[in-house]
């Protein structure tokens, strides 16, 4: 996979998304699919919806996974993360 970078927990701030979009005018946040993770995404989603730096999309990892590294060592595929 290209272009990855991890966030520090669920937490996705202003200042990192003002980082990112000097590289890119699109960001594509996945948090697990627990709690938190879901409380977070929906946060992220509400908070960068309109915002003029990047187009941000955010989302879980499948329900059936703990978390990015399980989905993707058993054979996932980034195509399944078109949000």
Partial sequence: MKNVVATCGTLFSTRQLMILSRYTDNICILFDNDEPGMINAKK??????????????????????????????????????EI
């Fill in 44 to 81: 992220v989603q509400d908070k960068f919806k309109n915002n003029e730096l990047a187009k941000v999309l955010c989302g879980n990892t499948p329900k059936k996974y703990k978390d990015l590294d399980e989905f993707f060592t058993s054979g996932g595929s980034v195509d399944y993360f």
